[in-house]
């Protein structure tokens, strides 16, 4: 599934992901923005094996034509063709399509969207014209590249996926959090990785870690975890996970460090009963991948200590965050109850 290295890079970013200019040309000559488009996880109901990937493209600056979206994901028996079209688009029109699919829950891999579109010629270079009025050099390498387009471009991606019981989302198995946290009869999403870590400092720092969170000994997970960012941050090493099979898997130092950091403000919360330095951290911090994870732990964290107005807010916010997640749209239902 992965190759023997892996960066995981711009996948913790986002859950919906947008494409939006020629992938062939370069980051400082590129077409200006021609169209707008989503790819998001809508649903997922694993006691169905039932996924559905919305994908919306958005006519933002002209016509379109040729619209079509088909979903792959390497899974047998072989998906059906379930690809979506669409003749032509005014400019300001959006248009959704909705791949449902019949997939097993414990899925860990990749899927790709191959979204396509054709701009408007004459409009695309009207466009060019106005946003480079000033770049007469630039202008003209763009206004040549348009002339040159006679069929849709790719503007889809590839991406993880990964489908448990409790949730679908777009991350790879090395990265997610899991509710594994347990405190008052209540579940808390926490990182730590299930394959070995390979040799060294680093390594036996987060085994150290690993090992404390699976015990429920917070006071020495917590201060492991505390050595081993400030450890993180001074090398800014990639953490390396080593297989079984000899293949590793390598997070960057930020990314490692973004995840552990979430591990201890949970932690911390959760052991003190106190909601107000979780939710002060939560309400701070930029949307992300780890955000809807801590929202998610904030409510359960109220919802243990019978404040379930509270609760509610912060669940309800984490599944905006992620519509497929089944775990979270349960306890919200109790929480109703």
Request: with cysteine; aromatic share 6%; glycine share 4%.
């Given at each position: 599934?992965?190759?023997?290295?892996?960066?995981?890079?711009?996948?913790?970013?986002?859950?919906?992901?947008?494409?939006g200019?020629?992938?062939?040309?370069?980051?400082?000559?590129?077409?200006?923005?021609w169209?707008?488009?989503?790819?998001?996880?809508?649903?997922?109901?694993?006691?169905h094996?039932?996924?559905?990937?919305?994908?919306?493209?958005?006519?933002?600056?002209?016509?379109?034509?040729?619209?079509?979206?088909?979903?792959?994901?390497?899974?047998?028996?072989?998906?059906?063709?379930?690809?979506?079209?669409?003749?032509?688009?005014?400019?300001?029109?959006?248009?959704?399509?909705?791949?449902?699919?019949?997939?097993?829950?414990?899925?860990?891999?990749?899927?790709?969207?191959?979204?396509?579109?054709?701009?408007?010629?004459?409009?695309l270079?009207?466009?060019i014209?106005?946003?480079?009025?000033?770049?007469?050099?630039?202008?003209?390498?763009?206004?040549?590249e348009?002339?040159?387009?006679?069929?849709?471009?790719?503007i889809?991606?590839?991406?993880?996926?990964?489908?448990?019981?409790d949730?679908?989302?777009?991350?790879?198995?090395?990265?997610?959090?899991?509710?594994?946290?347990?405190?008052?009869?209540?579940?808390?999403?926490?990182?730590?990785?299930?394959?070995?870590?390979?040799?060294?400092?680093?390594?036996?720092?987060?085994?150290?870690?690993?090992?404390?969170?699976?015990?429920?000994?917070?006071?020495?997970?917590?201060?492991?975890?505390?050595?081993?960012?400030?450890?993180?941050?001074?090398?800014?090493?990639?953490?390396?996970?080593?297989?079984?099979?000899?293949?590793?898997?390598?997070?960057?130092?930020?990314?490692?460090?973004?995840?552990?950091?979430?591990?201890t403000?949970?932690?911390?919360?959760?052991?003190?009963?106190?909601?107000?330095?979780?939710?002060?951290?939560?309400?701070?911090?930029?949307?992300?991948?780890?955000?809807?994870?801590?929202?998610?732990?904030?409510?359960?964290?109220?919802?243990?200590?019978?404040?379930?107005?509270?609760?509610?807010?912060y669940?309800?916010?984490?599944?905006?965050?992620?519509?497929?997640?089944?775990?979270?749209?349960?306890?919200?239902?109790?929480?109703?109850?």
């Amino acid at each position: 599934m992965l190759c023997k290295k892996l960066f995981l890079t711009a996948i913790l970013g986002c859950f919906a992901i947008a494409a939006g200019s020629l992938q062939a040309m370069t980051p400082q000559v590129r077409l200006p923005d021609w169209q707008r488009s989503q790819i998001a996880i809508s649903e997922w109901q694993p006691e169905h094996g039932i996924l559905i990937i919305r994908v919306t493209v958005e006519a933002s600056a002209m016509a379109l034509s040729n619209v079509s979206s088909r979903l792959h994901i390497p899974v047998e028996p072989a998906l059906p063709d379930n690809t979506h079209k669409k003749q032509s688009m005014k400019k300001g029109e959006k248009a959704v399509f909705m791949h449902k699919i019949n997939i097993k829950p414990n899925f860990a891999g990749w899927c790709e969207v191959d979204l396509r579109a054709q701009p408007d010629k004459k409009e695309l270079i009207e466009l060019i014209g106005s946003v480079h009025a000033n770049e007469q050099a630039t202008r003209a390498i763009l206004e040549a590249e348009a002339q040159t387009i006679s069929q849709p471009i790719f503007i889809g991606n590839s991406m993880p996926l990964l489908l448990r019981d409790d949730i679908a989302i777009c991350t790879a198995k090395e990265t997610a959090f899991r509710p594994d946290f347990k405190s008052d009869n209540h579940e808390f999403y926490v990182w730590h990785p299930e394959s070995g870590t390979g040799t060294g400092l680093t390594a036996e720092l987060l085994k150290a870690f690993s090992a404390a969170l699976s015990a429920g000994n917070v006071k020495n997970a917590l201060s492991t975890a505390e050595t081993l960012i400030r450890k993180l941050k001074g090398s800014k090493d990639p953490l390396k996970l080593e297989k079984a099979n000899g293949e590793s898997f390598m997070i960057p130092a930020e990314v490692a460090i973004a995840l552990i950091e979430a591990d201890t403000l949970t932690l911390s919360a959760v052991v003190n009963k106190d909601t107000e330095s979780l939710q002060k951290a939560v309400t701070a911090m930029k949307p992300g991948y780890t955000r809807p994870f801590l929202m998610f732990n904030l409510g359960n964290l109220y919802a243990s200590l019978k404040k379930n107005d509270k609760a509610k807010t912060y669940i309800k916010q984490a599944l905006d965050a992620i519509e497929s997640w089944p775990l979270a749209k349960k306890q919200l239902e109790n929480l109703k109850n």
